[in-house]
């Protein structure tokens, strides 16, 4: 029963911080705006959202998709973002069991769930959640076998380093930023949680996925190298890679460097 009870609770509590998350995607990039008052409210009709309007992902399917209020949709965003923070607690729970390094990735998994979609919407990572993540990162090394301080301390220092470097080395070259300060603070905080044997990969992976979806934006937006897209995203995707498959990842590399 308690095999059930656990991965059940994990999904739950998932869940329910994707819900507040929703919260502080949608306001932190507002300057001046709470993320705690006023209570949630329709966007539209700026009704306030009962309890039991607002339960993760249920709510969304017992209201088809609309206010009560105003009947206006829901945007498929809010259970979204819900649903994978769910699935992200969910693996970090199998992945670590019941044990600090659960509540520390938890919160770190979280935080850049919300850089995500605040980078995708604005192309901003906000400071308020990357700079405290990055001496977080480094405290929780002290308590996670995981995690050594010398591997936290080196993941910070090469992880923003690295990427100063090279947006410094960009301007010069063309005179325009080709990265923003955010993404250095962002590495520097991947580095952090993660350990510098976690960079090469998440930067290689990254700059692929980065190329791919630059390709395409490029075909879309009809503009060739003048095309804008959030970095962070790809970042943040990689590192997932890492935290949840560094055994596989591993292997890869010796088989196709060996």
Not at 4 to 21: N, Q, T
Not at 171 to 190: F, H, N, S
């Amino acid at each position: 029963m308690l095999a059930l009870i656990l991965p059940g609770a994990a999904l739950v509590l998932g869940a329910v911080v994707g819900s507040f998350l929703n919260v502080v995607i949608v306001r932190l990039p507002q300057e001046g705006k709470s993320i705690a008052w006023p209570a949630s409210h329709c966007p539209r009709c700026q009704a306030p959202i009962r309890w039991y309007d607002n339960l993760p992902l249920v709510s969304f399917i017992l209201l088809g998709r609309r206010c009560r209020a105003c009947r206006q949709p829901i945007s498929w965003r809010y259970p979204l973002v819900e649903l994978l923070m769910a699935l992200l607690s969910l693996a970090l729970f199998h992945r670590f069991g019941l044990t600090p390094a659960f509540g520390v990735y938890f919160i770190f998994c979280a935080a850049l769930l919300a850089i995500f979609f605040i980078d995708y919407d604005h192309q901003i990572i906000p400071d308020l959640i990357s700079l405290p993540g990055i001496p977080l990162g480094f405290a929780a090394a002290f308590f996670l076998p995981q995690l050594s301080w010398q591997a936290s301390g080196l993941g910070i220092l090469l992880g923003g380093g690295t990427f100063y470097l090279v947006a410094l080395g960009y301007y010069l070259v063309t005179k325009r930023e080709g990265m923003g300060g955010g993404d250095i603070k962002l590495l520097a905080m991947l580095g952090a949680f993660l350990g510098w044997q976690a960079l090469p990969f998440t930067i290689l992976a990254s700059s692929v996925l980065g190329l791919i979806a630059g390709i395409g934006a490029m075909l879309r937006q009809g503009k060739g190298g003048q095309s804008v897209i959030p970095y962070g995203p790809f970042l943040i995707v990689a590192a997932w890679l890492w935290l949840f498959f560094p055994g596989q990842i591993i292997i890869l590399y010796l088989y196709l460097f060996r």
